[in-house]
């Protein structure tokens, strides 16, 4: 197998903590995502949706998504704790959450950056106040991640699961919006300094 990746991005750094967290390793090839190389016809020809990372296996065949990628992984590499729940309740909490994560925090935030930045205004309209708009969105959900905390140590429930890397990467990536989880999330805040305590992600940090 091989992994198509630019390791700096949300997208890729949850699959890379993926990984480390079940000590699997992948080859990995870097894809310049800024020049527009996932925009060429060949990258295409591999990636459905021409974005990273992309996992290219034994015969040939591709899978894209972050997340889809992660189920593959967990399917041939099983493991007594699987990082998508193990009971039925446990598999659709983790589903539950790692969604909402997703459609109210990630998405939002790349959309706020993306149009407030216009990091790629080669090749995307920006419109900067639904950047604005966007970045608020961010704000407002971070009390709902805050308030699960105050309930349970993770994000699904009693256990570490595929949800804490989502929203681990969505925490870490607000600061690109100036935006930053203060005293008045405490429980979010506590959880994210043990977040970065964790060996796989220790492992990923770059050390200054």
């Known amino acids: ?37 996932n925009l060429s016809a060949e990258f295409k020809a591999k990636s459905l949706n021409g974005r990273i990372p992309l996992l290219e296996l034994d015969d040939g065949s591709y899978l ?23 009971t039925p309740l446990e598999r659709a909490n983790v589903e539950m959450w790692q969604r909402i994560i997703e459609l109210q925090g990630l998405m939002v ?4 950056f993306r149009n407030l930045s ?30 699960k905390l105050g309930k349970s140590p993770f994000m699904a429930g009693d256990k570490f699961s595929i949800a804490d890397i989502s929203a ?8 690109n919006l100036d935006i930053e989880v203060t005293d008045s999330l405490p429980h979010l805040k506590a959880w994210f300094i043990t977040m970065a305590q964790r060996p796989a992600i220790v492992s990923l940090t770059p050390k200054k």
């Open 109 to 112: 935030g790349f959309q706020a």
């Open 1 to 37: 197998m091989k992994l198509y990746e630019l390791a700096p991005t949300p997208s890729a750094r949850r699959v890379s903590i993926f990984l480390a967290e079940k000590g699997i390793e992948i080859p990995r090839v870097n894809v310049d995502i800024r020049s527009g190389e």
């Open 168 to 175: 681990y990467v969505f925490i870490s990536f607000i600061k």
């Open 118 to 147: 216009g990091v790629y205004k080669d090749r995307e309209n920006c419109i900067e106040s639904w950047g604005t708009e966007s970045r608020q969105r961010v704000i407002d959900f971070l009390p709902t991640l805050n308030q």
């Open 64 to 86: 894209c998504e972050s997340v889809a990628i992660c189920r593959y992984l967990e399917e041939i590499h099983p493991s007594v704790n699987s990082l998508f729940g193990n």
